[in-house]
């Protein structure tokens, strides 16, 4: 039986494991937080991504966790509506809470698959038939292949390949979860001072809201295991900031599931290096507003059935990133100017970005860029491989 260890539990890990055990292979996922990380902002799913969903088997069960989100409101200091968005131009044909999705994964593999918490790969040593690898915890073991899926800082990539294929694009994002402190009904609030980006949320549970966080910031150092510091870089950041900002300041504090990460680019020229290959974030994140998730699964769903299907790691791995690589550059390329969009650096920018809003949310318009939107989420055909043996 092939052995395959896959670095990272998010999105992207879990869902190699799902199509990969499923296809009989002995399958360890190792990922280095103590247990799931439920925390992030909704995600959305369009296109092929849907039709994943339906061959994965698990559409109906996400389609119980949809967020049902409705129109978010831009508003002003004083709380009063300055647009309106409505929900198709973000929440495209599904849309799922980060946790819930990252939840439904893990249940339909954990009886099939090894998964290991709380340690994490400390070498890598591919030899002719296998790969070594060390762990932090672990004793050390044989693996016939290793696979990536650890996200933005990859410990895999930068073993593997080493440092530097990070692309900063000035901004940095928070998300953390609070109570519903201001009575939010499937809606959002988003609000703006130049260079800083708030969107207070709330869906499925009307007990808790989700903020999410976009500012502008030449790069910052900071140790990535560190909330508190964590805490009082936004705090510094958001200090003097106006709406209900310092409510959502004190909450900060108490929040003990915030994420935190630049917005950056992962651009690698390639995937994969003899028997280790990467996959989603960890090779081609491209920052919001890339359908980072989508891809995540897509590519899991093609890195598998490469596997399966050419029982060649060199083949399959080139085939995977023949198929992925297009799609993502182009998403990614199209996210670039997210942070831009989202935290302009003035007011009159401020302004002129809400015009754009009011005339995206004109009724032609978000036909339009629901077609879009669509159209980012596909890959081409979604392929054919292998039926699953065992469900
Ligand atoms: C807690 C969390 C919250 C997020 N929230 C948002 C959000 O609000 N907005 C947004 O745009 N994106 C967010 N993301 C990123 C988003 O999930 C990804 O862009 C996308 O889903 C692709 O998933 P991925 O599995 O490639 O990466 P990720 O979802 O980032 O998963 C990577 C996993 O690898 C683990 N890991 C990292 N390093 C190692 C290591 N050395 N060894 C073992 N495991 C390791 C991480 O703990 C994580 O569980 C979040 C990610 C996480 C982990």
Redesign the pocket.
């Known amino acids: 039986m092939t052995t395959v260890l896959i ?7 879990p ?1 190699l494991a799902f199509w990969l055990s499923r296809y009989g292979y002995d399958v360890t996922v ?4 103590r247990g ?6 909704a ?1 959305d799913f369009r296109g092929d991504q849907m039709a994943l969903l339906e061959r994965m088997g698990i559409l109906a069960e996400m389609r119980s966790y949809d967020t049902a989100m409705g129109d978010q409101l831009i508003v002003d200091a004083a709380g009063r509506q300055v647009s309106r968005l409505p929900s198709v131009i973000f929440s495209g044909e599904l849309e799922i809470e ?1 946790g819930d999705l ?1 939840g439904v994964l893990y249940r339909h593999t954990k009886d099939g698959v090894d998964y290991v918490f709380g ?3 400390t070498a890598l040593d591919e030899q002719a038939d296998s790969v070594y690898v060390t762990f932090e915890h672990r004793r050390a073991r044989r693996f016939d292949l290793v696979v990536g ?8 990539r930068r073993l593997a390949f080493g440092d530097g294929f990070q692309v900063d694009l000035g901004y940095y ?1 928070a ?1 953390f979860s609070m109570p519903n402190v201001l009575g939010l009904d499937h809606s959002a609030r988003i609000y703006n001072e130049p260079g800083r980006y708030v969107n207070v949320s709330s869906a499925r549970n009307p007990r808790r809201a989700a903020v ?1 966080l976009v500012f502008a910031s030449p790069e910052l150092a900071y140790d990535r295991r560190d909330l508190a510091e964590q805490k009082r870089i936004i705090a510094e950041h958001y200090g003097a900031t106006g709406w209900v900002v310092p409510q959502l300041l004190r909450e900060l504090e108490k929040a003990d ?1 915030l ?1 935190f ?1 630049s917005l950056s680019q992962i651009q690698m020229p390639r995937w994969s290096t003899g028997r280790i290959a990467l ?4 090779a081609w ?1 491209g ?2 507003g890339a359908s ?2 989508g ?2 699964m897509l590519g899991a769903y093609t890195l598998a059935g490469e596997l399966v299907s050419t029982g060649d790691h060199a083949v399959a791995f080139a085939r995977y990133e023949e198929a992925m690589r297009p799609a993502t550059t182009k998403s990614a390329k199209f996210a670039t100017g997210a942070g831009k969009f989202l935290a302009p650096a003035t007011e009159a920018k401020i302004r002129r970005r809400n015009r754009t809003y009011r005339f995206l949310s004109s009724r032609p318009m978000t036909g339009l860029i629901n077609k879009l939107a669509k159209g980012h989420a596909n890959t081409g055909d979604l392929a054919d491989y292998q039926p699953l043996t065992t469900v």
């Not at 670095?7 to 890990?13: D, F, K, L, Q, Y």
């Not at 799931?36 to 902002?41: I, K, N, Q, T, V």
């Open positions: 670095s990272g539990a998010g999105i992207a890990g869902s190792v990922e280095q937080a799931l990380r439920a925390s992030g902002a995600v980060r990252s340690d994490r790969i899926a650890d996200g933005q800082h990859s410990g895999v994002t998300g999410s599931d994420y990460a996959l989603g974030d960890a994140c920052g919001p980072g998730t891809y995540a």
